[in-house]
């Protein structure tokens, strides 16, 4: 499962529905999840088990410090971190299998310096100006589908 699909990474997530929406995508989608730094929330908590539903034992879910843990855990893949500071749009990158999709939590986002220090590897979803952002699991959701789109669904 691993292997042949996309992993996402959540950066200190929050709200415990949107983890539980996104364990619910990955289960559908083979994709791997990596849960990284301090999380809002227990992963015992009900509000994430009822939105994850009975998808958890589906998904393979890791738990790292840090991002760098995690970088250096797959130094040679490809990861993506999503922002609403960056300029490049999500749709002009050639998604792989094997990637890693990189989203910060809810309130916070991704740390600055990471973005701004790997411009090529950033990317935001467009959308009206003035708008804080979208919703967490939506936005999982957008990069995801798009990153299967591209391989033709192939990983399904």
Request: proline content about 4%; some cysteine.
């Amino acid at each position: 499962m691993d292997k042949k699909g996309f992993r996402i990474v959540l950066y200190e997530p929050d709200i415990p529905q949107n983890t539980g929406n996104i364990i619910r995508l990955c289960a559908c989608t083979g994709c791997s999840l990596y849960l990284v730094g301090k999380l809002g929330f227990h992963l015992t908590d009900r509000h994430m088990k009822r939105a994850g539903l009975d998808y958890v034992r589906d998904v393979r879910i890791e738990k790292a410090d840090s991002l760098a843990e995690v970088e250096e855990n797959f130094p040679d893949s490809n990861f993506y971190y999503l922002s609403t500071k960056a300029s490049r749009k999500y749709s002009e990158v050639k998604f792989m299998p094997g990637d890693f999709l990189v989203f910060g939590g809810e309130t916070r986002g991704l740390p600055e310096e990471l973005i701004f220090s790997e411009p090529a590897k950033s990317l935001t979803i467009p959308m009206i100006q003035g708008k804080r952002s979208l919703n967490l699991s939506n936005s999982v959701s957008i990069v995801l589908y798009e990153a299967l789109r591209q391989n033709e669904f192939n990983i399904l």
